[in-house]
């Protein structure tokens, strides 16, 4: 099916999705050139979607540029870089991808919670370094029947919980409204910080969740404490953290995401009491190419029946 239709594809997909798209549309790659928003000005005028991995920013002097514009398909359930205010203001839909990635961000929010109170980095490294032949590895700290809290009882939210019920945990939760679950609901964050061992952030970022977690919340999370951040960077104090964990405020910390990606501080990077990601929390071949063809998919719909399956405006 050919469809006379103009793509502009901000981001690298996985290359089944980015052959559909060649197959399908007219594509412009911007990603793949040098001065990426001087080819975007050269074929602004042309453009009908625009497909873009969340993170990448879509600003509206982008959006304003782009006169033609039905559709911005974001490869991420997480569309804070995309000005969706002014894609409103410009008529143009925003979409993203939710439920598709749940189960492979929950496994990857298990894997850090586990890694990090099991200190497996460290241990792989003792080992590789030769350092058992000498002595044994220091003892770790139990996971199972601890207290877990959930910052951001969504989607994602609810798959993390399930799994951690396999593990004999009390689970507990914050949002700013009470969900229809059996888990324990905190309507202050404060209060489940205190209450818990871990407390695993799994919030939308942007402005309304910008360092929800600071200072205070990981002193009361407390020196026995263990902090996951599977959500966005931004949510927390990522200064007020480094010095929490350099000065056993809180125990450890399980990273997958950081306030300026890619990059990550010297002093984070040099603690031993974190396991850090770079972002992989949906990241395998199954479930980025079902993202990818979400993506695909609302361009479609979009473009030959004005709709869409998974609007966020
Ligand atoms: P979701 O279903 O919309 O759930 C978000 C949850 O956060 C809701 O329970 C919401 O409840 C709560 N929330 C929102 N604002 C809040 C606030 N100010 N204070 C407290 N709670 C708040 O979203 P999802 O599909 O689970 O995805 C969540 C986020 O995970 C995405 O937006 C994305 O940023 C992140 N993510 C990261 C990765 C990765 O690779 N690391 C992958 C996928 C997703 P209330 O509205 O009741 O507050």
Not at 193 to 208: F, K, M, N, Q, S
Request: proline share 3%; hydrophobic share 40%.
């Amino acid at each position: 099916m050919k469809i006379e239709k103009n793509v502009l594809i901000m981001s690298l997909f996985p290359n089944e999705i980015t052959q559909l798209f060649d197959q399908t549309f007219n594509t412009f790659k911007s990603y793949e050139q040098e001065n990426p928003e001087k080819f975007i000005e050269s074929v602004s005028d042309n453009i009908d979607a625009i497909a873009v991995m969340g993170g990448t920013k879509v600003s509206s002097e982008l959006i304003k540029k782009i006169p033609n514009l039905k559709i911005i398909a974001n490869y991420g359930v997480g569309y804070d870089a995309v000005d969706v205010d002014q894609a409103t203001l410009s008529n143009v839909k925003v979409t993203n991808t939710p439920d598709v990635l749940n189960d492979e961000v929950a496994d990857t929010a298990v894997a850090l919670t586990l890694c990090v109170y099991k200190n497996i980095s460290s241990a792989n490294n003792f080992l590789l370094e030769k350092k058992w032949l000498k002595s044994e590895f220091p003892l770790s700290k139990k996971f199972s029947g601890t207290k877990f809290g959930i910052l951001g009882m969504g989607r994602i939210g609810k798959t993390i919980a399930k799994r951690i019920e396999a593990f004999n945990c009390e689970i507990c939760y914050h949002s700013r409204n009470e969900k229809d679950v059996k888990y324990k609901f905190f309507s202050k964050l404060e209060e489940l910080a205190e209450y818990v061992d871990t407390l695993c952030v799994i919030t939308p970022g942007g402005e309304e969740t910008k360092h929800l977690v600071n200072s205070n919340i990981l002193q009361k999370l407390g020196k026995n404490g263990f902090l996951i951040n599977i959500a966005r960077g931004s949510v927390i104090d990522q200064q007020a953290l480094i010095q929490a964990l350099q000065n056993n405020i809180i125990c450890g910390a399980g990273l997958d995401v950081f306030e300026n990606e890619p990059n990550v501080p010297d002093n984070l990077m040099k603690l031993d009491n974190v396991i850090l990601t770079p972002h992989i929390g949906s990241a395998t071949v199954e479930t980025r190419y079902d993202m990818g063809k979400l993506v695909y998919d609302n361009v479609v719909k979009m473009l030959t029946t004005n709709s869409t399956i998974s609007p966020v405006n």
